[in-house]
């Protein structure tokens, strides 16, 4: 054995990096799956349909029937993005976040490689916050896109000019794009708590089916939640409760009340979950 | 053993995991010697791959300690860890990522593993499983053993100090086991540290040069192979019409000659050999001197796989 001890190699690993090429690689990893992309069309595609449906209908609309701004879709199509915002943040942006979020550890877990990105050693916080990025990046890639195809097919359909707000100001159109692009940041931010209550209950388990099919049936429980009048109390720290409020974003001067309460909420939600995830995952026993 | 305590890439003591009532790792002191190829025997459901899980901090365990490199895990597993490569429990993969992607994947996962070296790292790993011309294939679209082969490269991504492989030649063709053979006598050769469990005998048997035996959760055996096998019980096989006279005369050479099973009109006799006795042909020319009529003789090893049933029990039932 004395040969192969003095031959015996002594690993002298490469420096230690920054550590974010496991980052671009979660996001690689997301943005490549088909079922990432898969959602995202179906995302686009609620602008889409709701534009065709609105220019193929002949009778018009009253103020204030169907959805928030539908009414003013064939005046302006501008307006074609705040509809379908309103139309998707309820159900079908949760149900995409529902999948994205609950995947994240469990999805990992079921196929089987958890075990090795923690050999690697990916380490558990790190992958943690990793996955918690992917998450937000996919929110914030599902409200943009939204935004962008919502922009387009109005623009296609509907005449473009300066926007009447809620509160009776007009604005041009450059300053209605910027608005778009708040609505935008201000949707991806009301999902960040969502998204830190899927990556919680993503380490529960080791079934992604279950992990997404919890986190949106807490999506759909807090909305419920949220019109009941008894409840009124719980209300403002439900994690729902703003997600309509980016209708401020359209008033002259800007209201940015909603979108700083708005954000407090979503910390919390981040914080608490964020914490019960480390603790749940931090001693795990990784048996898949 | 004598090499001192330093000198063991994996160290236990009271190494214990329990699921609930059933303790699946039973207080196992193990000690791994560096620099030696060592098999981790045992039949399915003995614990095996929970032991190893404990070693790389994937599973935290009930009370005991583990050593891995001369550092306690799980606590020192961010340094430790970029020095082992490990396989546990099969190959895991992205299904919807080709080969090299899915080991860039991995890669970008190691703090210590540096991006430029990245590309030429795993085309390497790739070739010395011979990999090479399957590296862009999807791997949902690789056969059970290519994903093994891939599984493996994972393990040999970085130079390791420590190859933790938890049965390596599952589901490959003869050839790809003998791959991997060689290929862990090469790292071996470089002084790499390699611990595989197996439940096949005749691959721990050629090669490993320390192996552990595990039954129900417990260590039932460990030490050098010839250790293992216990080298001063070799045995004299006779087969013979003669059986009577064959134990006679063996037993005048001083062997302690027993009559074994009947194979069609002649009988086996068997006899361990003693290290005075011990050339096979002064037994030989004894035995055909006496008038015994020999059919079949010869003086053999104790097989690996006797001793390995002798100490885990003949029963095919999983124990626990
Ligand atoms: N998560 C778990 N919960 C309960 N029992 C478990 C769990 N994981 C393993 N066991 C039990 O622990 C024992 C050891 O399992 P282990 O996987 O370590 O066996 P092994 O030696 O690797 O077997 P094989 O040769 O089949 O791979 C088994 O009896 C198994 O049922
Ligand atoms: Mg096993």
């Known amino acids: 054995m004395s040969s192969s001890e003095s031959a015996r190699i002594e690993v002298i690993p490469d420096r230690r990096t920054a550590g974010w090429d496991l980052l671009w690689s979660e996001l690689s990893v997301l943005f490549r799956r088909r079922r990432t992309w898969a ?4 995302v686009a595609l ?49 149900l995409t976040i529902g999948v994205v979020a609950g995947d994240t550890i469990a999805g990992e877990a079921g196929q089987g490689t ?48 300066p926007v009447t ?29 969502l998204s830190a209550i899927g990556l919680f209950i993503s380490t529960l388990t080791d079934v992604p089916v279950g992990a997404m099919a919890a986190t949106v049936v807490v999506s759909v429980v807090a909305q419920i939640l949220d019109i009941l009048p008894q409840l009124a109390w719980l209300h403002p720290w439900l994690f729902s409760h703003y997600w309509l409020g980016f209708a401020d974003l359209l008033r002259q001067p800007l209201d940015w009340a909603s979108f700083g309460t708005n954000a407090v909420v979503q910390l919390c939600y981040i914080v608490i979950f964020g914490a019960l995830a480390y603790s749940r995952f931090a001693t795990k026993n990784i048996q898949s | 053993m004598t090499v001192p305590a330093a000198d063991f890439a994996i160290v236990t003591e009271g190494l214990t995991k329990r699921f609930g009532q059933q303790t699946a790792v039973n207080s196992i002191d193990l000690a791994v010697p560096s620099g030696s190829v060592f098999g981790f025997l045992g039949p399915n459901g003995s614990g095996k791959t929970t032991s190893i899980r404990m070693f790389l901090g994937l599973v935290q365990p009930t009370s005991g300690t583990v050593r891995v490199l001369g550092e306690r895990m799980p606590d020192r597993l961010h ?36 991006s430029r070296s990245r590309s030429a790292r795993i085309d390497s790993a790739l070739e010395r499983v011979g990999l090479g011309n399957a590296a862009q294939k999807k791997v949902h679209a690789y056969s059970l053993g290519m994903k093994q082969r891939l599984g493996i490269a994972n393990a ?51 090669m490993c040069t320390h192996a552990a035996v595990m039954s129900a959760g ?41 009559r074994s099973h009947m194979d069609g009109t002649a009988t086996w006799v068997l006899a361990p050999v003693r290290d005075e006795v011990a050339e096979p042909e002064t037994i030989a020319s004894a035995l055909q001197s006496a008038g015994v009529r020999i059919r079949a003789f010869s003086v053999e090893e104790p097989s690996l796989e006797e001793r390995f049933v002798a100490l885990t029990g003949e029963g095919f039932d999983v124990v626990q």
Do not use: W
């Not at chain 1, 943690?128 to 990046?137: D, E, N, R, S």
């Not at chain 2, 490569?85 to 210590?112: H, K, M, Q, T």
């Open chain 2, 218 to 258: 417990n260590i039932v055996a460990q030490g050098t192979l010839a250790e293992l096998r216990g080298v001063d019980t070799a045995r004299v096989r006779v087969l013979t019409p003669d059986a009577d006279l064959a134990v006679e005369t063996l037993r005048h050479l001083g062997l302690a000659a027993e």
């Open chain 1, 46 to 94: 609620i602008p889409i349909l709701l534009a065709i449906a609105v220019r193929l209908s002949t009778s018009t609309l009253a103020a204030g029937e169907g959805p928030p701004f539908l009414s003013r879709v064939t005046q302006n199509g501008l307006f074609v993005g705040f509809t379908s915002m309103v139309v998707a943040i309820p159900l079908f942006l949760p």
């Open chain 2, 156 to 206: 040999l991504l970085r130079p390791r100090e420590l190859l933790v492989l938890d049965e390596p030649t599952n589901g490959l063709d003869p050839q790809g086991t003998r791959e991997v053979r060689s290929l862990v006598g090469a790292l071996a050769a470089e002084g790499t540290t390699v611990f595989v469990s197996s439940h096949l005998l005749s691959e721990v048997a050629q």
């Open chain 1, 114 to 161: 958890l075990r090795y990105l923690l050999v690697a050693p990916a380490g558990r916080v790190r992958l943690l916050l990793v996955k918690y990025a992917g998450a937000a990046a996919f929110c914030l890639a599902a409200a943009l896109i939204l935004t962008v195809a919502g922009l387009l097919i109005g623009a296609a359909l509907f005449p473009v000019g």
């Open chain 1, 39 to 42: 959602m995202l069309a179906a």
């Open chain 2, 79 to 114: 340094t430790v860890l970029p020095r082992v490569g490990a396989l546990v429990e099969g190959p895991a993969f992205y299904p919807y990522l080709s080969g090299i992607d899915n080991l860039r994947r991995y890669d970008s996962a190691d703090r210590y593993a540096s």
């Open chain 1, 165 to 193: 707000l809620l509160s009776g100001d007009v604005i041009s159109v450059p300053e209605a794009l910027l608005r778009s692009l708040l609505v935008a940041a201000y949707v991806s931010l009301s999902l960040l708590g």
